[in-house]
């Protein structure tokens, strides 16, 4: 009997001898809009075999304009992103948190997207997960490097991960617990495994010593790791640019 999507992405993760190479397509919407056909013929001759979780969070009173769109989008935290390029997403030009001294009143997590009622929403998860035969992952991204800059503008984020100075750390902690509380709901559901990420490789190298990193943020993510895997859940991390780690040094180290 063959395997659905989700034992086969099981036995990948597992080494059990998996009956094909799990996949995964993306595509930002430029794609769709751009080269439809193409991307339809390859949706049908490689389909997915991961899936997210059906979407229980509430809608977003901060949330202005599409992230895709030209033109000013508003996120959920209230950062403000402009895009030039129709299906591709924009960036930060003027970060909410010029003051790192602003942190308490500008630094709101978007608590109120949550849902009211954790059970009813389990519930959902739980039917979607059941009804599908792909490995399903939780809503929710946490990415605190990314929400970081997100907040700050990427060029003071760089300096304030180098010469870290009073309300860094404060910051760091308020994205980190938002991200956790996310990550205790999802793996109290049925689904197979959690997502985040964090784009931490330019064209070269990774964008911040490796001491400094594994100092700032390695525990961050050892924390969703854990959580996830106390309940028996996956992990994913997607990570853009180059990041390969040195010949040198054991996998442990990193």
């Given amino acids: 009997m063959a395997m659905t999507s989700s034992e086969n992405v099981w036995a990948t993760l597992r080494f059990e001898g998996p009956e094909w190479i799990p996949r995964e397509t993306w595509m930002l919407p430029w794609a769709d809009l751009h080269l439809p056909e193409t991307v339809a013929a390859i949706r049908e001759r490689y389909p997915d075999d991961l899936g997210w979780a059906p979407p229980v969070y ?8 599409t992230p895709f769109a030209v033109g000013a989008y508003v996120d959920e935290w209230g950062c403000i992103f402009e895009n030039v390029h129709e299906g591709i997403h924009g960036e930060v030009k003027n970060p909410i948190l010029a003051d790192l001294n602003d942190w308490k009143a500008v630094v709101q997590p978007p608590v109120e997207t949550l849902p009211d009622d954790r059970q009813k929403a389990r519930d959902i998860v739980n039917r979607g997960c059941a009804e599908s035969h792909l490995f399903i992952r939780g809503g929710g991204c946490p990415r605190p490097w990314e929400r970081y800059q997100f907040l700050r503008g990427t060029e003071d984020a760089m300096v304030d991960v180098m010469f870290p100075e009073d309300g860094f750390h404060d910051v760091i902690k ?16 049925d689904i197979d495994g959690i997502f985040f990420m964090d ?47 040195a010949r040198d040094r054991p996998l442990q180290q990193w």
């Fill in 58 to 65: 509430k809608p977003s009173p901060r949330r202005k304009g």
């Fill in 174 to 189: 308020r994205i980190h617990d938002f991200y956790l509380r996310e990550i205790e709901f999802w793996v109290s559901t």
């Fill in 199 to 245: 784009d931490w490789g330019s064209q070269s190298a990774l964008l911040i010593p490796p001491p400094v990193w594994r100092t700032l943020f390695k525990p961050l993510y050892k924390d969703y790791c854990d959580l996830a895997h106390a309940n028996g859940k996956a992990v994913f991390m997607h990570s853009d640019g180059y990041i390969q780690r």
